[in-house]
């Protein structure tokens, strides 16, 4: 669904990114874990679009995206402040990209209840988002993505601003939308949890670069070195 060849990324001399090459395949849950500053973010944003990339090749899909704007890669992004417009109701905020594309109102209607279906959101579609509770925002922000029907999802901290209960279950929703839509993932967290129990491979990034990928389980058992044992928390 994703590949990133030497991607590299420059803020005026700064080398955010040194080098990133990654392929995820169809339908796989991908999750970026590093520390605060590594490049997570960025390396999000310039898969989506929203910055270039200084030097280095995305394709989606197959196709090249390089200069392609947002809206066309076939992606979606769910961020970790959801930034609803409080003046649309729920569905009016899950359709509002639809709607800007030029879609037809019919075909909008039909995405918005289907998502709104798997999310649980049926009953509140007509609420704003200031009358609903926080985790019930962040599901609105990731049907605003679903609706889009994307080849590749992608999250950055998407739970940060939940507490600890509404975390889980957000969690598990979105272990079973990954499930139910098919659809490939890229997932940035800090929580180890979601982590090891979301992803099929995990990316530990530092410093810009690409300590380890791999399956959880072998990232745990086999650590590539120093870094990667401590950021995954083997004790061995
Ligand atoms: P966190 O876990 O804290 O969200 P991150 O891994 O997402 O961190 P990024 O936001 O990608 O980190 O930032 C990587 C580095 O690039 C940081 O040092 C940051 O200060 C720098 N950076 C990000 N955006 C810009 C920008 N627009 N201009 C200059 N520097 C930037
Ligand atoms: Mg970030």
Known sequence: ALRLRDIVKTFGKVEVLR?????????????????SGCGKST???????????????????????????????????????????????????????????GMRKAEIDGRVSKAAGLLQLAHLLERRPAELSGGQRQRVAIGRAIVRDPELFLFDEPLSNLDAALRVNTRIEIARLHRELGASMIYVTHDQIEAMTLADRIVVLNGGIV??????????NKPANLFVAGFIGSPK
């Open 19 to 35: 080098g990133i090459d990654l392929e995820v395949g169809r339908g796989e849950f991908v999750v970026f874990v590093g520390p």
């Open 43 to 101: 390396l999000l944003r310039i898969i989506a679009g929203l910055d270039d990339q200084t030097s280095g090749t995305i394709e989606i899909g197959g196709r090249r995206v390089d200069g392609v704007e947002p809206a066309r890669r076939g992606i979606a992004m769910v961020f970790q402040s959801y930034a609803l417009y409080p003046h649309l109701t729920v569905g009016g905020n899950m359709g509002l990209a639809l709607r800007q594309e």
């Open 211 to 220: 300590e380890q990928v791999g399956r959880p389980i072998d990232l745990y």
